[in-house]
């Protein structure tokens, strides 16, 4: 707790998306910024954590202990100001669930692992090379394919204890979320040159749930016609149908939406007679919309799918490598090289507020630890806010749940990154965000999955995610026994095959294996980007909402530039940024600026794909 200088122009606490952003912006044009966390990493309820971290985590949420008692400062106030305790007003998450549904250490047999009788591992692929080798007998033949079954068998079942050893290797989201290729954010970090910062990956498909089977939804024109899951005349339908709501926002006078303003999306599209099929696409896939949406916030979200897809991939959406957590980091070390002061492990105890003056209470500083800290601007987490400054308490939540498998939902002849928007099973429930990725983004150990799912709270995450869980995962517990893709067996099996009855089983219908779910976390957390953060703070106070139910981080970044022009009407929000090799020191003979930042913005680096 070493003193630090006493005076700054903007005090952040909390290091969340939204708080991160703003100070980033602060610093840049010449602000004097100082930010703080009370946690011993950052990002706060936007954070990514390895799974040590992860456990650590959990257990600080589980046993938050009571506030601690602070020595008396009144000593630091002065006339006609007072404190004003800071701290979490509600629970930063809840309804903690977590589960195992692997042993703690796998049950061997004479020393390995035993692979299930009615299952083949998936060494059969190096068989056929080993028989047209010819220099095998018949008996070295089967040892040697009995040594591969017990390698794949091995490689294949996980324990507790296996898992635990691998913990650096996980990369675990709180808060997963992706970025459309032309959102607010790609944007941003092109313009202010803070994605040379962060790596990303292009989603490579997008899936949807529909006559109880996973499909890949047609992205581009060339998906369009190549797909066989819709029929020629409805293609034409799809074609139209997204030309219409792609050229409205071009034509002021365009008269498509006349009359629906006031309806949802869903019946605009049952007014275009749309197939069952086709309208599931558009409504639960493009438009990642329900049967509430409003139909021109339907068409909006149909617009940004549109104008992001071939900018980057064939989907419309960036994953940050390492995870969405990377993102609030990438903001905190622009702010750090252009001046601000970071600390972590430390907290704001109390707020210290001014009352009188033309404009009514104003925050003059903070109090930390024994140390009066001032400032001309007070930007909090309303995680870390005083009770009184958001009076309006949120009154919805999100439910979260995170899933280590052993394979992905969807298997295919290479590794994917997918979405998937999962539709309500009544009807009448909440859509929920599925996100999957896989070793190739470092969010996990090779031959592990991670899946995230997202959708609004009404009772409890389990309860909430129940139904896209059971559907997607195979939940119950697993002793250690590696389950081979039987879709990929029948693959194998030649015209001679016949089961038990005589029937060909190749013509059997055989639906792939479900991943099994080797561990799950539930929780819930509060939604409070609806909340009127401006309402019950002082005027020089500006509060930053959490986690938010948006695929993307649009409400983080919207949130950002509205704090700062209230701040700094008069500057440029995030300015470019030089690169190291741009920067001129100014020497004796020619003197110059110390950095240039007016470079092109074409030359700036984009997000990798």
């Avoid at 794949?152 to 989201?173: A, E, I, V």
């Avoid at 030649?494 to 013509?507: A, L, P, R, Y």
Wanted: net charge negative.
């Amino acid at each position: 707790m070493d003193d630090l200088p006493s005076e700054y122009d903007v005090i952040v606490i909390g290091t969340g998306m939204t708080e991160s952003i703003v100070a980033a912006a602060a610093s840049r044009v010449g602000k004097r910024v100082l930010h703080l966390d009370c946690n011993e990493y950052y990002g706060g309820m936007w954070a990514a954590f390895n799974f040590d971290g992860l456990q650590k985590w959990l257990a600080e949420c589980q046993n938050k202990s009571s506030e601690l008692e602070h020595e008396s400062t009144d000593n630091l106030l002065k006339e006609g100001e007072s404190l004003v305790k800071a701290g979490s007003q509600f629970a930063t998450v809840f309804n903690i669930e977590e589960k195992w549904l692997i042993p703690e250490v796998l049950q061997e047999k004479d020393g390995e692992p035993q692979p299930s009788k009615d299952t083949q591992t998936e060494g059969n692929c190096d068989l056929a090379k080993e028989e047209h080798e010819g220099g095998l007998e018949k008996g070295e033949k089967e040892s040697s394919e009995s040594e591969k079954d017990k390698d794949s068998s091995q490689s294949k079942c996980w324990s507790q204890n296996k898992l635990k050893t691998l913990y650096r290797k996980f990369n675990l989201d709180l808060a997963p979320k992706l970025l459309y290729a032309r959102g607010s954010l790609v944007e941003l970090l092109i313009s202010s040159n803070i994605a040379r910062y962060a790596e990303f990956r292009s989603v490579s498909r997008v899936l949807t749930y529909i006559n109880d089977k996973l499909e890949t939804v047609p992205c581009s024109r060339a998906d369009v016609f190549s797909t066989k899951e819709i029929s020629v005349v409805e293609k034409r339908m799809l074609m139209q149908l997204l030309t219409l709501c792609h050229e409205y926002a071009k034509d002021p006078d365009n008269k498509e939406f006349q009359g629906f303003e006031n309806k949802t999306f869903v019946e605009y599209l049952d007014s275009k007679k749309l197939t069952t099929n086709l309208r599931h696409y558009v409504l639960y896939a493009i438009a990642m919309s329900t049967n509430s949406t409003p139909c021109m916030e339907g068409v909006e979200r149909t617009q940004r799918f549109l104008t992001s897809l071939g900018r980057y991939g064939n989907t419309p959406f960036l994953w940050p490598m390492y995870g969405s957590g990377e993102l609030p980091q990438c903001f905190c070390r622009l702010c750090a090289v252009f001046g601000g002061v970071y600390h972590l492990k430390r907290a704001a105890n109390s707020v210290i507020v001014a009352q009188g003056g033309e404009g009514g209470p104003h925050c003059a500083g903070i109090v930390s630890g024994s140390q009066r800290l001032t400032t001309q601007h007070l930007v909090i987490a309303v995680s870390d806010a005083p009770k009184s400054f958001l009076k309006s308490a949120p009154t919805g939540g999100l439910s979260r749940g995170i899933f280590i498998t052993d394979r992905s939902i969807l298997t295919g002849s290479k590794e994917s990154l997918t979405l998937l928007q999962f539709p309500p099973q009544d009807g009448n429930g909440e859509l929920v965000t599925v996100i999957e990725v896989g070793p190739s983004t470092n969010a996990c150990p090779s031959g592990l999955f991670v899946v995230h799912m997202t959708c609004r709270q009404v009772k409890s995450a389990r309860e909430d995610l129940a139904s896209a869980v059971s559907t997607l995962l195979h939940t119950e517990p697993c002793e250690g026994v590696y389950r081979s893709d039987t879709q990929s067996q029948a693959s194998q099996k030649n015209d001679e095959d016949k089961d038990v009855e005589g029937t060909d089983i190749s013509q059997a219908v055989i639906q792939p294996v479900k991943p099994q779910l080797l561990w799950s976390l539930y929780f819930n957390c509060p939604e409070t980007s609806s909340c009127d953060l401006s309402a019950d703070v002082p005027s020089n106070v500006h509060l930053c909402s959490g986690p938010d139910l948006d695929l993307d981080f649009e409400v983080a970044v919207k949130q950002a530039k509205d704090i700062f022009k209230k701040m700094y009407p008069d500057c440029e929000f995030l300015p470019r940024a030089p690169d190291p090799e741009e920067i001129v020191l100014d020497d004796d003979t020619e003197p110059g600026p110390a950095f240039i930042d007016n470079k092109a913005e074409s030359d700036t680096p984009a997000p990798a794909e």
